[in-house]
C-alpha cells in the first residue's frame, strides 16, 4: 500500500530525543529549540549522479550527508547538536529508505545530533541536511584569523576520498582498494579534533574541494599568501601502494571530499596542539606557512612548481 509523505517521516525520521535544548521537535510548523550559546549553522546538499553515484546504496548517501555537515561544523570548532532534512525521492523506495535512515542515524547517535524537523517532496534524488552546533563564543573558528608566519596543518592523510571515487566501480576487493573506496563513501568527519582546536587555531577549513582550493579560502579570507611542501603532505599507505608519488600527490591537493580540516596556528601553539591530538583518533601535521606574498606556492623539495589541478569547482 502506497504511504504518504506523514507516514515515512512517522516510520524512518521520527527519534526520540533526551536534549533538552529541543523545545518543541518534529511534528509541528517548525522546530523550536533553547540555546544561550552562539549557533553554528551549515547546509549540504547531495545529488544524485553529481554528488554521488546513481544507484548507490541509501545508507551511503545518509551517512555521506550528514558526514559533511559534521565536517563543516568542525572546522568552525563547534559542538554538533540540532539538524534538519530535506529529501526529494523520485519514489518511496522502502529499502533505500530503510538504509538512509540507518547510515544517518548511525553517525548522528554517535555525535548526539537530533534531528527536529525538515521537508520531503517527490522529484529528482537530492538530500539537504542543515546542522546547527554550539560554539563558545571566544572561540569560533573561520577563514579570516590567519596571520602572516602561521603554520600551516592537516588532519589526517589526504586524497584517499578522490582516489575511491576513481575506483568506485572496480570489482577488485583487496584491502588497499577497499579502504580507498571507504574513505569516500563514509568519511569520518574530525569533530573532536575541531572542538580540540578553540583557543590553538588561527583559521580553520574543512577540505572538501582539495586543499589548493580550501587553503586558497582561507589565504583570500585571511589577507595572506601560502607556501606548502609537496613531501609534508601526509599520504596513506594504502594511496601510495597503488599510484605512483605524483599521481597520489595529484589526489591529496586537488582531490577534494576527504572531510579532514586545514587549520593555520602560531609556531607558539605548536606543542599545544601536538598535546591536544595525541588523545584523539588522527594527527595533525604541518605542512606550509602562511606569508605576505599573493597566491599560493606548491614547493617539491623545495622548488616551486605548478600542480596539474587546483582543486574541484562547482560550475565549471
Not at 546538499?45 to 545508507?59: E, K, M, Q, R
Not at 555521506?64 to 523506495?93: F, H, Q, V, Y
Request: include cysteine; proline fraction near 4%.
Amino acid at each position: 500500500m502506497a504511504q504518504d509523505e506523514f507516514e515515512v517521516i512517522s516510520k524512518y525520521f521520527r527519534r526520540s530525543t533526551e536534549d533538552p535544548g529541543v523545545l518543541l521537535g518534529i511534528g509541528d510548523d517548525a522546530a523550536v529549540v533553547n540555546s544561550t550559546s552562539p549557533i553554528a549553522i551549515t547546509t549540504d546538499t547531495l545529488v544524485s549522479g553529481v554528488h554521488f553515484p546513481s544507484g548507490i546504496s541509501g545508507d551511503v548517501v545518509g551517512h555521506r550527508l550528514l558526514a559533511a555537515n559534521l565536517s563543516d561544523l568542525a572546522a568552525m570548532g563547534a559542538k554538533p547538536r540540532w539538524c534538519t532534512l530535506a529529501m526529494t525521492l523520485e519514489e518511496i523506495d522502502e529499502q533505500w529508505l530503510s538504509g538512509f535512515s540507518s547510515g544517518f542515524f548511525n553517525l548522528a547517535e554517535k555525535y548526539d545530533v537530533s534531528v527536529i524537523g525538515g521537508d520531503l517532496t517527490r522529484g529528482p534524488l537530492t538530500v539537504t541536511a542543515q546542522l546547527f552546533g554550539i560554539c563558545e563564543e571566544d572561540y569560533v573558528l573561520t577563514r579570516s584569523g590567519g596571520k602572516v608566519g602561521d603554520e600551516i596543518y592537516v588532519t589526517g592523510s589526504l586524497g584517499d576520498s578522490a582516489a575511491g571515487l576513481s575506483i568506485i566501480d572496480d570489482l577488485d576487493v583487496s584491502d588497499e582498494k577497499l579502504f580507498l573506496k571507504n574513505r569516500f563513501l563514509r568519511p569520518v568527519p574530525r569533530v573532536e579534533e575541531g572542538v580540540a582546536l578553540r583557543g590553538m587555531a588561527s583559521a580553520a577549513i574543512d577540505i572538501s574541494d582539495g586543499l589548493l582550493a580550501d587553503l586558497g579560502h582561507i589565504c583570500n579570507a585571511s589577507g595572506c599568501g601560502a607556501v606548502i611542501d609537496l613531501e609534508k603532505i601526509p599520504l596513506s599507505k594504502e594511496l601510495c601502494s597503488l599510484y605512483p608519488v605524483e599521481e597520489a600527490h595529484t589526489f591529496a591537493l586537488s582531490g577534494g571530499e576527504d572531510f579532514e580540516l586545514c587549520f593555520t596556528a602560531p609556531p607558539s601553539k605548536r606543542s599545544a596542539i601536538k598535546e591536544a591530538f595525541k588523545n584523539l583518533d588522527t594527527n595533525a601535521y604541518l605542512v606550509g606557512k602562511l606569508d605576505g606574498q599573493q597566491g599560493l606556492i606548491c614547493r617539491r623539495e623545495g622548488i616551486p612548481f605548478e600542480p596539474i589541478s587546483k582543486g574541484y569547482l562547482h560550475f565549471t
